[in-house]
């Protein structure tokens, strides 16, 4: 399996370790931005496995536990005698604190959101910013006393020690978040912790990703063969040109139509990546298979394991037909793995994805899965495929999710109602891009509801189905916002897919962010 970070050296890679933070993701895109590479890993992760990592510098995420909790996180001491550049944020700090034998306490005044900061000592961490300014906390714990070989460079109001250093060990701690975006000098704080403190240089950059990804391919692949499973959205599309230029016809892409796609999709596909990509590009028509593996499933989760499931098994099919296979190659991204399954650090398990079933993980085990996007986010890959020379059309594609339209389908799901959200998904995305609105949002999809309402249409009383529009703005789907349209536009919208999709009678519009709510129904 590839691993990412090769050909990134010392001096400019950061180990992340995760304490289980709702931001662990945002710093390593805040990092990755400033064009330090930056990776996430476990807070339990060892020693001996941090000096194989070879990092440059060790930030410590913050976390929702208190440290003086039974079974609170606990990093080793040891990690702090590795003589790297270290900076605790929020819970992070805490352990700074607690390894040099601080004190951290419950708070009798908690702070979350805005609060304001000064600061009492000249640091590296705040070169050249204002004394006075705006962070964001999150936090219900204060350290009491710090440790006798730090001293205190920030206060807030509530938070006597709201920036210590160790200026002498390179070792830094923050009680607030640099990495969000309502720290008004976040950018700066890190990057003064990477380029003035660090002495790292911004040289990780999407071209030289690429570079280290081809060559990691390679030697990965030799002369083998692999398997990639092309849905014609914008992860496989990047990881099949990747793999392309990396192995040339080595690569067999197999694009399996379950019969849960968008309108025209498969037609769309072969016509793209066989015609104009020439790609060996093997077609599968397995709509009647999923349909008939489907029939009776209301549970999300189960849907999305059997749409997996079968996935392999029409794989092993197709492969069969071209021979054996040396490695099957998928376009996980980061998000996917998180939300999956906690590989990272303590967070909870939001949703399994198809990619992450137990005949996939398997094979990750055994060391036969190609990820090559696993640790990047959308916006990343979008800019990976721009740097690939791939049509901004195909790039700026909205995420579509790989169990398809299954998941779009509250409750059972049957050849109908894949019609009618097909039909009403075309109609939404259609008016959105001539509203010029498309590039613009993150994702836009129709869901079909297991309801049916009253309607009246021609003087005659119905009883019709209901179909749910789902529009949100985010940067990396992560955290996402419901989308205001314009009142003309949505009218437009509910009245087509009324009036031209038959079966349905009402329209409603899902105006919950992310979080609590996620952004697919299922």
């Known amino acids: ?74 990093i080793s001491d040891d990690l702090f005698s590795l003589g790297l550049p ?29 609060a304001t900061i000064k600061l009492v000592e000249e640091s590296p961490l705040f070169k050249d910013l204002p004394r006075t300014q705006t962070v964001w906390m999150s936090h219900g714990d204060t350290v009491e006393r710090i440790p006798e070989t730090f001293k205190t460079i920030a206060r807030s109001e509530n938070a006597p020690y709201a920036a210590i250093e160790n200026r002498e060990k390179k070792i830094y701690g923050v009680q607030f978040h640099p990495e969000v975006y309502h720290t008004q000098y976040g950018k700066e704080i890190l990057c003064n912790f990477l380029f003035t403190i660090c002495n790292f240089q911004p040289t990780w950059t999407m071209q030289s990703f690429i570079d280290a990804a081809i060559n990691d391919i390679r030697n990965v692949v030799k002369d083998g063969t692999v398997l990639l499973g092309l849905s014609g959205g914008v992860d496989s599309s990047v990881t099949a040109v990747l793999l392309q230029r990396a192995i040339g016809n080595h690569l067999y892409c197999v694009f399996v139509n379950n019969g849960l796609l968008r309108k025209d999709e ?138 398809g339209l299954a998941i779009r389908i509250i409750g059972e799901v049957t050849r109908e109602r894949l019609a009618i959200v097909r039909e009403a998904d075309d109609i939404l995305i259609e008016e959105i891009k001539n509203a010029h609105f498309y590039n613009k949002l993150w994702q ?31 940067l990396d789907a992560m955290t996402a916002d419901w989308a205001y349209l314009p009142e003309d536009l949505m009218r437009r919208i509910s009245t087509r897919i009324i009036n031209e999709v038959k079966g349905v009678n009402r329209v409603v519009y899902d105006i919950s962010s992310k979080p609590p709510s996620t952004i697919e129904w299922e």
């Open 1 to 74: 399996m590839i691993e990412h970070g090769i050909g990134i050296s010392s001096q400019n890679k950061v180990l992340i370790l995760d304490f289980g933070s709702q931001y662990t993701q945002l710093i390593a895109r805040k990092i990755r931005e400033l064009h330090v590479y930056a990776e996430i890993v476990p807070y339990t992760i060892t020693i001996a496995e941090i000096t194989k990592e070879n990092p440059g510098a060790i930030i410590l995420s913050g976390g929702p536990s208190s440290l003086y909790e039974d079974n609170a996180p606990h």
């Open 86 to 114: 270290v900076l605790g944020i929020c819970y992070g700090l805490y352990a700074v604190v607690n390894a040099f034998h601080g004190i951290i306490n419950p708070s009798p005044f908690k702070e979350y959101g805005r």
């Open 266 to 403: 498969h037609r769309k596909v072969i016509e793209r990546f066989k015609k104009h990509l020439k790609l060996n590009l093997i077609y599968a028509d397995a709509e009647e298979h999923f349909l008939h593996k489907l029939k009776g499933v209301i549970d999300p989760e189960e849907k999305r394991k059997i749409i997996g499931k079968e996935f392999i098994t029409i794989f092993k099919q197709e492969a069969a037909k071209i021979g054996t296979f040396d490695f099957l190659a998928q376009g996980t991204l980061y998000p996917d793995v998180i939300e999956s399954v906690s590989t990272k650090g303590p967070s909870d398990t939001i949703k399994s994805h198809h990619n992450r079933v137990p005949e996939v993980l398997e094979l990750i085990n055994e060391g036969k899965v190609i990820e090559p996007l696993k640790e990047l986010f959308k916006d990343e890959v979008r800019e990976l495929g721009r740097q690939l020379g791939m049509p901004e059309e195909l790039i700026n594609r909205h995420p579509f999710p790989g169990p």
């Open 444 to 474: 836009a999809f129709a869901v079909f509801l297991p309801v049916k309402s009253v309607g009246v249409m021609g003087d005659k009383r119905t009883y019709d189905n209901v179909i749910a529009l789902r529009v949100v703005t985010s």
